[in-house]
């Protein structure tokens, strides 16, 4: 094994050269440590694993960056043969960056003009010509090894937005994910909203039913307004998770967020709705009598007097949530029209992913 070493300017660049080892072992080393990892290369290995696999474990506490070209991969195909050989190097590059379970911490991008290596950290960076496959340590391989942090965080800010720009990012079977995820939101937040409107509403006709709001006895309970909040929390962590993973906002601009912070408000503590919800007739009729300080003898007539204004009680609280009520269904229909726009570019995007890359 052959590694040498010296220095261009000491304690910040390095020039390294070896044969029969890393040439950025160094950089390597430092990945238990880093908040921050990037990668391009042209190739990576066909069967190893090992430097794959540093990326992948690296990705519980570090963001993870890696570019890589696609050998066999062209433009055009002139004959069948070539074309085979392309299809199996594109689906073993996609299955190899597939295997993993950080996609939200670990990126990968494929760059098909991309020829450039470079392996760092937000601590040393490593510019050279050795790909990020084991088989580059069999040849003799030279670069530098920027160990100033200052002078890494130039190559960061300047060099990584070149290549990522021009890089198509694998989002492996997210896709797939994220289209049975929101459908099945969608489908909970259908169920917490005919919840809320059988609490609310009530039919009548003998043979087509109408739906008439229940002025006199509405059943509205307060746990089911908290289910319908809950589920409006885990409808915007979503969102949120995929504007992470795809890395863009454009997901949170589809999805009606006005609609969900308008039922929130609907649904907050004394307001009309939430005045409903939690109207308790016992402890109401209870608290009337209470007030009344009612001998026994008068206890009869004090009990319907009580149930009487406490039916009234209700009817009015009934009344003045109407609106509200109605207002948060149209709300809920504004959101669930704003889920199917959502679906419906994540599927635009796994079309465009998958002719960008796989073009055989």
Not at 92 to 101: A, E, G, I, M, V
Not at 232 to 250: G, K, Q
Not at 275 to 288: G, P, Q, R, T
């Amino acid at each position: 094994m052959s590694y040498h070493k010296f220095s261009l300017i000491p304690g910040q660049i390095d020039v390294v050269t070896s044969k029969g080892e890393s040439n950025y072992q160094e950089v390597l080393n430092d990945f238990a440590s880093a908040d921050y990892i990037f990668v391009t290369t042209y190739n990576i290995s066909q069967k190893r694993e090992a430097l794959l696999n540093s990326l992948k474990e690296a990705a519980t506490h570090a963001e993870v960056r890696i570019v890589t070209n696609i050998p066999n991969r062209y433009e055009t195909y002139y004959g069948d043969n070539v074309r085979k050989k392309a299809s199996e190097s594109i689906d073993h590059y996609t299955r190899k960056l597939t295997s993993n379970d950080n996609e939200e911490q670990i990126g990968a991008f494929f760059n098909f003009q991309n020829h450039s290596k470079v392996v760092l950290t937000n601590n040393i960076a490593y510019i050279g010509s050795a790909n990020f496959s084991e088989e580059s340590s069999n040849n003799r391989e030279t670069g530098f090894i920027i160990r100033d942090k200052e002078l890494v965080q130039v190559v960061i800010d300047n060099l990584i937005p070149i290549i990522l720009d021009e890089s198509i990012r694998y989002y492996r079977n997210s896709f797939k994910e994220k289209k049975l995820v929101l459908p099945l939101l969608a489908s909970r937040l259908e169920s917490a909203t005919m919840r809320i409107e059988e609490e609310s509403y009530t039919y009548i006709g003998r043979f087509e039913e109408v739906k008439i709001y229940n002025h006199w006895d509405p059943q509205l309970r307060k746990e089911s307004l908290e289910v319908l909040l809950e589920l409006l929390e885990e409808v915007e962590d979503e969102i949120y998770r995929i504007n992470e993973l795809y890395e863009t906002d454009e997901f949170a601009d589809l999805i009606d967020s006005d609609a969900i912070e308008q039922i929130k408000i609907l649904c907050s503590e004394d307001d009309n709705i939430s005045e409903l919800a939690s109207f308790n007739e016992s402890h109401y009729a209870s608290d009337l009598i209470a007030e009344w300080n009612v001998h026994n003898e008068e206890m009869d007539e004090a009990a319907q007097r009580a149930s009487d204004q406490t039916f009234e009680k209700k009817q009015e609280l009934a009344e003045a949530a109407e609106q509200d009520i109605e207002s948060i269904f149209l709300n809920i229909q504004k959101i669930q029209n704003s889920f199917e726009v959502v679906i419906r570019k994540l599927s635009d995007l796994e079309d465009e992913q998958e002719t960008s890359i796989d073009n055989t």
